[in-house]
């Protein structure tokens, strides 16, 4: 009996992996190649003990606490550990990611879009594709274990032991794995692929903010957090195995749920059914605008909601900052800053930056949707109305920009808000909000590069998220690295003014804007000109 619900697993299995090759092998490229080259610059930028010190005293900070996750002791760092404390946190979100839009696609979007369904007519088990899924997602995140820990052995740095190496490939791993394994589970819940996806997004946000949380005050609350098991590895110091076991345990607990509800629940069918709609739809549903707006509508709340939530926990913060000092030449290096800088401007400049380039997510999911909707063969029923190609894709666009505005406001909000409520002097709340809205034309610009792509070349429109990762390394760690300028100038957010630590400038400002628009008509024209399915 066991037998048949896995038959065919083995086919399938491979199916999969065809499917998704391109995903996968650029996904292990990135994330290694990223690893390595932010591994070996790092002996370049911690040159001296008094580098290290001043680094060891800028992670006393709660601040980069809550960011960065519990450092360690300062006579334990090196330049290995330091990596290690910048890097893992940050490192384990992006696995966390690769994992839920992997294990996602590969099973209720399958679902969804009827090639389940298609499989599962022939012989083959009922829990066959799922197991197929989980499968893809061991193969990809042990690959991801073994490169990432081969690699890094064979850098030979200082602090860099073989046992640590792969300890930082294994919790990479096993995290990836976890976090597969919610995905998996959300697919089961939700009725739809939207909804999964979404689910597990928001899980990954609330378990950060319980680390960051429990990182700053309880301890106790940051072990809730699988995130927060994963930075307590202690890894190329003490080398703890055991947050790699915790997330094996849980992971186990994950997929012997996901099992059982995949085996009592009909195709297509979820435990959280979708809410019942009108019968007949509104004036505004039925514009193209309002049936985007329809479709985003969940995502943009969640990631509203998480973003306000991140933006109003950093703000929690901001009255410790001045108790650190503030004139450590390392970390005016990291915070852009120079001796009269104040470490919240410093701060403020940093955080805006990277928020901004977090706040960049939901904006390109929400332009991306059209190649996602062209894929299913949706808009052939929207052009079987009315409707011409301009004023869908429009109306994408359109949409795309309010929700820029409304992520750099819940940002701007959330910062403003709790800050001013915990800071003894005013937070000014001009600058506050000028220093999230500069961020909008860069962010307009990846609007733009998506939609050029959407209609040129939409079978590849997914690059879009690499750049996005590319102007985020720029952000956090382009000015530590001393990055040549050229490679620098390639991320459109290298242009933005750090506010407050700088003055806006207007030239670059409305520069980056005119290039979005361009760029964005070029990708109507294109859209206009091609195939429907290109």
């Not at 910062?415 to 909000?433: H, K, P, R, Y």
Request: aromatic share 12%; glycine share 8%.
């Amino acid at each position: 009996m066991l037998e048949n619900l896995f038959k065919g697993t083995g086919p399938i299995t491979k199916l999969i992996l065809k499917q998704n090759r391109f995903k996968i092998v650029v996904w292990l490229l990135s994330l290694v190649i990223v690893t390595l080259a932010v591994a070996s610059a790092y002996p370049g930028v911690y040159k001296s003990e008094q580098d290290i010190m001043a680094y060891a005293l800028t992670m006393d900070n709660p601040a980069m606490i809550a960011m960065l996750g519990p450092g360690y002791d300062a006579a334990d760092y090196n330049t290995a550990s330091i990596f290690a404390n910048e890097m893992l946190i940050f490192t384990l979100i992006a696995v966390a990611v690769m994992n839920i839009l992997l294990v996602s696609r590969a099973t209720r979007a399958d679902e969804e879009d009827g090639q389940m369904e298609l499989v599962r007519a022939l012989s083959v088990g009922k829990l066959s594709y799922l197991s197929a899924s989980l499968i893809m997602a061991v193969m990809l995140n042990g690959i991801l274990t073994v490169l990432v820990g081969a690699s890094l052995s064979l850098l030979n740095l200082e602090g860099m032991d073989l046992e640590g190496t792969f300890l930082y490939g294994a919790i990479l791993g096993v995290t990836g794995l976890t976090f597969a394994g919610f995905t998996a589970l959300f697919a089961q819940l939700s009725e739809t692929s939207r909804g999964a996806t979404g689910f597990s997004f928001a899980a990954m946000i609330t378990f950060y903010l319980i680390r960051a949380i429990g990182d700053t005050g309880q301890e106790g609350l940051s072990l809730v957090s699988p995130l927060g098991w994963a930075v307590r590895t202690d890894v190329f110091v003490e080398n703890h195995w055991w947050p790699v076991l915790l997330l094996l345990l849980l992971l186990v607990v994950l997929i012997g749920l996901t099992f059982y509800l995949n085996s009592i629940r009909d195709m297509g069918a979820g435990f959280l059914p979708e809410r019942k709609g009108k019968i007949h739809a509104s004036t505004f549903l039925q514009t193209p605008v309002g049936l985007a707006f329809r479709l985003q509508r969940t995502n943009i709340i969640a990631w509203g909601i998480g973003v306000f939530v991140l933006s109003a926990s950093f703000g929690s913060i901001l009255g410790e900052l001045e108790t650190y000092f503030a004139d450590m030449e390392i970390l005016q290096v990291y915070l852009q800053g120079d001796s009269g800088t104040s470490m919240r401007d410093s701060f403020i400049s940093l955080l805006m930056g990277i928020m901004s380039m977090i706040a960049s997510i939901p904006v390109v999911m929400t332009i991306i949707k059209v190649r996602s909707e062209e894929s299913k063969y949706q808009t052939e029923l929207i052009y079987s109305r009315a409707v011409s190609r301009n004023k869908l894709l429009g109306s994408y666009l359109g949409l795309a920009i309010i929700t820029s505005f409304l992520m750099q406001t819940f940002i701007a909000t959330g910062l403003w808000s709790v800050g001013s409520w915990v800071l003894t002097d005013e937070l000014d709340t001009g600058t506050i909000f000028l220093s999230a809205y500069v961020y909008l034309p860069a962010i307009w610009f990846l609007v733009a590069l998506t939609t050029l792509l959407i209609g040129l070349k939409p079978k590849i429109t997914g690059l879009t998220w690499f750049y996005v990762v590319y102007c985020f390394l720029i952000i956090y760690v382009g000015d530590l690295f001393d990055l040549p300028e050229w490679v620098k100038k390639l991320s459109v957010f290298h242009f933005v003014p750090y506010m407050p630590l700088e003055d806006f400038v207007w030239s670059s400002t409305i520069a980056i804007t005119i290039g979005s628009v361009i760029v964005s008509i070029m990708g109507v024209i294109g859209y206009n000109k091609r195939d429907i399915i290109g």
